[in-house]
């Protein structure tokens, strides 16, 4: 028998396989092999029991302060490289492996507060990151969020204007929207941005492809801004939890920054930061039409998919479908 040293086998193994160069961390739980020679310290509660994947620009942070109210459900430690989210499953951090992704969840304490969520936006356009949370996460719950893509677009570009993005600053919503293929790299970048995750109908078949309807719920984000707690409440019964709670006492409209927000004990309330819920002007009716008709059929496409799922239709496809005929 022959073999060669380590690392040059290594590198045999990938000229053989190179599909193989990525890896793709699946539940230790799973497989009892897997299980006997992991580490007797680590425990498969210290992974999240749900994910909210976005896309961003929903309400997704909204979502995520509400839930983390809730005190069956606690949220991952903030991650300082990536403002919050721990953006595991979409880019390079997966190659840190899954030590590094349960190190941002407590040690579990073996109480009803052991359900773990996080909530990374990206991960729903994200072409990998279905498939490996999948592989990791096979039980997980997955919670999207919808509003209109075109609204959902312009507040992107709203917010790369408010990052002093030179592109955003440079071009009007419109021409980023619609600018042509012969046009400067940074601008083609900024329009992907705004339009691609928009394409609902094309990422949420991906999450389908890896996980079972009943395992997603799909949330009108233009409810969530207009009547979170009869959206906390659906939350709450998909997810079964044991306690329920009532989010019709602990969330009040706070007529100045135009949102619902936390309400604290003695009345006042804690809203999100000035990041989240801008103030801008509305969105011209040029790029209104023009946006309708370019994402006219992938609304078609969504309406039929959350069909199947038995998912209600958000009230903003509806509008968009009664638009489309
Ligand atoms: P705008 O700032 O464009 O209005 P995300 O957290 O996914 O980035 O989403 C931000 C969007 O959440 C905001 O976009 C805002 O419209 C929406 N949102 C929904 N409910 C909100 C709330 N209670 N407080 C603040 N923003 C909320």
């Known amino acids: 028998l022959q073999t ?7 590198q045999k193994y990938f000229q053989i396989f190179p599909e193989e160069r990525d890896p793709i961390w699946q539940d230790p739980c799973e497989d009892k092999r897997h299980k006997d020679i992991w580490s007797k310290e680590k425990t498969c509660d210290r992974f999240p029991k749900l994910l909210i994947i976005g896309p961003q620009k929903t309400g997704t942070t909204a979502l995520y302060l509400f839930l983390g109210m809730h005190p069956d459900l606690t949220s991952n430690y903030p991650s300082k490289e990536t403002f919050e989210e721990i953006q595991f499953f979409n880019g390079r951090n997966y190659h840190k492996g899954i030590d590094w992704y349960m190190e941002y969840f407590p040690l579990p304490s073996n109480t009803s507060s052991d359900f773990y969520f996080e909530k990374s936006a990206n991960y729903f356009d994200s072409e990998v990151a279905a498939r490996r949370a999948a592989a990791l996460l ?103 939890l044991t306690n329920t ?52 059929e992938h609304n078609i496409e969504l309406s039929k998919l959350l069909y199947k799922m038995g998912q209600p239709l958000p009230s903003w496809l509806r509008e968009e479908l009664l638009h489309s005929r």
């Not at 060669?4 to 290594?10: I, S």
């Not at 609204?151 to 955003?168: G, I, K």
């Not at 719920?217 to 998909?238: H, S």
């Open 4 to 10: 060669l040293p380590p690392v040059q086998l290594a």
């Open 138 to 240: 096979p039980k997980a719950k997955i919670i999207t969020i919808l509003i209109n893509p075109a609204d959902r677009a312009y507040s992107w570009y709203q917010h790369q204007r408010a990052h002093d993005d030179p592109v955003a600053q440079k071009y009007t919503f419109h021409d980023v929207i619609t600018a042509g293929h012969d046009v400067p790299i940074k601008l083609k970048v900024l329009q992907n941005r705004c339009l691609v995750p928009g394409l609902y109908a094309t990422h949420l078949q991906r999450w389908l492809s890896h996980y079972h309807p009943s395992q997603i719920l799909v949330l009108d984000g233009q409810m969530l801004r207009t009547e979170p707690a009869a959206v906390m409440d659906k939350i709450q019964k998909f997810l079964g």
């Open 245 to 296: 709670l009532n989010y019709h006492k602990i969330l009040a409209f706070d007529p100045k920054k135009g949102f619902w927000c936390q309400l604290l004990d003695g009345g006042k309330t804690k809203c999100l930061g000035k990041s989240k819920g801008r103030k801008y002007p509305d969105m011209d009716v040029d790029s209104r039409r023009f946006l309708r008709e370019h994402y006219r």
